[in-house]
Structure formats: C-alpha cells, structure tokens
T-cell receptor, first 114, second 118 residues
Framework: DVKVTQSSRYLVKRTGEKVFLECVQD?????MFWYRQDPGLGLRLIYF???????EKGDIPEGYSVSREKKERFSLILESASTNQTSMYLC?????????????FGPGTRLTVL | AQTVTQSQPEMSVQEAETVTLSCTYD???????LFWYKQPPSRQMILVIR??????QNATENRFSVNFQKAAKSFSLKISDSQLGDTAMYFC???????????????FGQGTELSVKP
C-alpha cells in the first residue's frame, strides 16, 4: 500500500525557532513536494525535488528551505519561524518518467507559531 | 503562468442526489493533465479522477465523472448518487505535461467544501 508519512500531525512552536518537518515515502518515487494549505487559497507549492540532492523553488519559497539527502526523505525547514507561517503543511510524492504523475499525499502537519 | 479557479467555496447536496463542482483554468499550454482531488475531514488527500487534455472523451470513475471543455478551459466534476462519505474538500488541479515528468508540479484551485446531508 502506497504510503507518505509526516513526522507530526500537530506542532506548536515559538517565533524565531528553527522548525523541521519531515516527510518519508515508501514508493521509491523520484519526485517529492512540500505544499502549504490555507483556507481560501488552496495548496501552494513551497519547494519540490525531482532527485536526491536536487531541489527547486515553488511559488512561495521565502522563509523556507529543504533538504533531500536520501530518495525516500524530504525535509522542510523553517529557519526562523514566524506567525505568518502558521498553516497546514502537506508533503507529496510522485513517480518520475513519462505519464500523468499522480501525487500521493501525506496526512499533513498543522503548525502553529506563537 | 497557469491559474486554476474554483468559484464555489461551499456546496451542499442531499444524499443520493447529483452535484456538480465547477473549475476553470487558464493556460497557454496544449498538453496537460487535470485532476480532482478529495480531502475528507482530518484525512489524507486522495485522487478522485484524472483527465488528459489530448483525450476528448470525458473521464469516469464509478459515480464520479468530469465534463472537460478544452476550448472553454472548463473542468467540472459531477458526483452522482451522493453518499455521506463524499463529504470533503474538493480541489481541482492542473499539471503541465513534460517529457520526463520531472517535477510534475500541480497548480491547485482554492477548493470547494462539499457537504452531503442525510
């Protein structure tokens, strides 16, 4: 069974803290993604990676960085958390190669920055 | 740049009835995919249905079907015989077709929250 897992369902952090969100997939997918989900805005892409150690900025990368040292793991880092980064964060993965590339999503991490 | 618009933030339908969710998109691309994803309350997002732009035939998956109008850039989702388990947030999404699906970025609409009432 296809699986994408995220390290926490709920997280509360203080302004200025460094925050790590971890995502692991067990499908040997080449592509991995980080989105944030906000009411009325849908999902917006923060960063994505199409190979180990490769990363590309999405639509809203400011204030975030990512790391992909192993194929199955993709980490999102908030260098100095701010209250406007309070949101739901979703990780996804998809296979490479030709084809429609269905994305499989994790359960999400609801981050609150106080 | 591509954009996806869902103009209905909320909808409701009676159990067993049919409901249609609207989606329009804007792109200059000719080869692309369109998707509907479902996010049930407190549960993971899952794919409902997928349409390839070069296929004229509308995609169907059991009770779910789409009305794909390429010239109008419209991609609506019809849910027949609605069930309580269809209650969820529904997202329309666009993906440009690439040779090697490198990245395969999705562009999402704002979402439509569907409530199925008993």
């Amino acid at each position: 069974d296809v699986k994408v897992t995220q390290s926490s369902r709920y997280l509360v952090k203080r302004t200025g803290e460094k925050v790590f969100l971890e995502c692991v997939q067990d499908m040997d997918h080449e592509n991995m993604f980080w989105y944030r989900q906000d009411p009325g805005l849908g999902l917006r892409l923060i960063y994505f990676s199409y190979d180990v150690k490769m990363k590309e900025k999405g639509d809203i990368p400011e204030g975030y960085s990512v790391s992909r040292e192993k194929k199955e793991r993709f980490s999102l880092i908030l260098e100095s958390a701010s209250t406007n980064q309070t949101s739901m964060y979703l990780c996804a993965s998809s296979p490479g190669g030709r084809g429609p590339g269905e994305q499989f999503f994790g359960p999400g991490t609801r981050l609150t920055v106080l | 740049a591509q954009t996806v618009t869902q103009s209905q933030p909320e909808m409701s339908v009676q159990e067993a009835e049919t409901v249609t969710l609207s989606c329009t998109y804007d792109t200059s691309e000719n080869n692309y995919y369109l998707f509907w994803y479902k996010q049930p309350p407190s549960r993971q997002m899952i794919l409902v249905i997928r349409q390839e732009a070069y296929k004229q035939q509308n995609a169907t998956e059991n009770r779910f079907s789409v009305n794909f109008q390429k010239a109008a850039k419209s991609f609506s989702l019809k849910i027949s015989d609605s069930q309580l388990g269809d209650t969820a947030m529904y997202f329309c999404a666009f993906m440009k077709r690439t040779i090697y699906n490198q990245g395969g970025k999705l562009i999402f609409g704002q979402g439509t929250e569907l409530s199925v009432k008993p």
